[in-house]
């Protein structure tokens, strides 16, 4: 199967830089999470790869060729995002023969059930929807879609706890049956830790964290204890941050450990999850 | 998840150690009390990754590690089931474990608080006796 290249993309918006020579590879069949701050440059980079954008600098690369243009790199992306690519007035079952038109093969099956389930009249306008309703349509779209690369960005926006579960199973069920690329940019991170199996984090321009996400995890520690022991066992270390309350030091540090050659009596050394690995790495000062 | 039996059967997870592990652990359990016997079949992976929200290949992950381990046996096609030795299989894990998990620990915290090895063995008398009882 297909992989989409990134290869040294830098994007400016005037003098201003959101991406600086980023590189990367999205592999056929996974589940990535797209993390960053807000205004870290996610949309734009899904912009970029779903060509509504075009890079300063660099290409993007499906199959081997630009995707600029590029019908056959159409064909198999699809982005949902917050910007609405359907006309006003644009009924939910109109959404879904769009889709079947510019993608062929659309899972009306599936949609018609997921509809049902979430309780769509297919017949009711998208505008008028409610924020989760709309944000619901479109990602019914996204999972029914002939695509084999899905970019969803903020899926969850508006969505009530027991719908983003409801979303979350979905994607799950219909990825074993049809296993395709699912790019999901979210900020919801402790909701997506371990649907995502690859975690790109963008910081500062540029990716900080490229990998599996269980490779990520293993290597993210939080050291606490007395701060002069904890000191003592973090000086050779690099510290992404810290806190202190009453000579009780914490740090954290995503680093290869040895956690069981570090704990004493007094230290501990436990694992971060995914949230704080991710403040850790972007603001550790927040911690 | 309703478990057999009416068993209410609560993955849960926290976010300490890798997740295949957690579910390595939990799947052990789970055959260890019981819930899921000799030859019966396990949750598949499908059901499990979407009940509990967990990638498929993590799951594929734990599912291996436990076939490795011989307490599940693959039958292509129809899913993964509990072996006839797995019940003590996991038994022998736990004993072996029990030195290192509780054991060491427990000295630990003895000497810690000043707590005589006699003392430590009276206690532990007490403890068998408060069981009887």
Redesign the interface.
């Known amino acids: 199967m297909a992989t989409i290249k990134i290869k040294q993309v830098t994007k400016r918006f005037g003098r201003h830089v959101i991406l600086d020579n980023v590189t990367t590879t999205l592999e056929a069949g996974k589940i990535y999470g797209l993390l960053g701050r807000n205004g870290a440059g996610k949309s734009t980079l899904l912009n970029l790869i779903n060509d509504r954008n075009f890079a300063t600098s660099g290409e993007i690369l499906f199959d081997g060729e630009p995707i600029n243009n590029n019908p056959a790199a159409r064909q198999q992306m699809y982005l949902m995002s917050e910007t609405n690519m359907y006309p006003k007035r644009t009924r939910v079952k109109e959404l879904f023969k769009a889709a079947d038109r510019g993608y062929g093969d659309f899972d009306f099956t599936l949609a018609h059930r997921l509809t049902n389930e979430f309780g769509i009249d297919e017949n009711s306008m998208v505008d008028n929807l409610s924020t989760g309703l709309t944000t619901i349509a479109k990602l019914i779209t996204a999972l029914c879609v002939k695509a084999d690369f899905i970019f969803l960005d903020e899926p969850t926006l508006g969505l009530d706890a027991s719908h983003r579960e409801m979303f979350y199973r979905e994607l799950l069920k219909t990825y074993e049956r049809r296993p395709r690329t699912f790019v999901l940019s979210t900020h919801l991170i402790s909701e997506v830790q371990n649907l995502i199996e690859h975690v790109i984090i963008l910081d500062n321009r540029e990716f900080k964290v490229d990998q599996p996400s269980e490779e990520l995890l293993a290597q993210a520690f939080a050291i606490s204890g007395p701060t002069a022991e904890v000191d003592a066992i973090t000086k050779e270390l690099p510290i992404l941050g810290s806190h202190e309350i009453g000579h009780i030091k914490t740090v954290y540090v995503v680093q290869p450990i040895d956690a069981m050659q570090l704990a004493t009596s007094s230290v501990t050394v436990k694992h971060l999850d995914l949230q704080t690995t991710f403040i850790a790495l972007t603001d550790g000062k927040e911690l | 998840m309703q478990g057999k039996k009416g068993v209410k059967v609560n993955f849960e997870?926290d976010?300490?150690?890798?997740?295949?592990q957690q579910l390595v652990t939990q799947l052990s359990e789970l055959m260890l009390t019981g819930v899921y016997q000799a030859g019966e079949r396990i949750p598949s992976?499908?059901q499990l990754?979407?009940?509990?929200?967990?990638?498929?290949?993590?799951v594929r992950k734990a599912m291996n590690i436990l076939v490795d381990q011989g307490l599940l046996v693959k039958q292509r096609g129809i899913g993964m089931f509990v072996t006839d030795q797995s019940q003590a299989m996991i038994v022998k894990q736990h004993q072996d474990e029990f030195f290192d998990e509780y054991v060491v620990k427990v000295i630990?915290e003895a000497k810690?608080l000043g707590i005589s090895q006699t003392e430590l063995m009276s206690l532990i008398e007490r403890g068998y006796d408060h069981g009887n009882n």
């Not at chain 2, 976010?15 to 295949?20: F, K, M, R, W």
């Not at chain 2, 990754?49 to 993590?58: F, G, K, W």
């Open positions: 997870f976010q300490t150690t890798p997740i295949y992976t499908t990754s979407q009940e509990l929200h967990i990638n498929p290949a993590t630990a810690r």
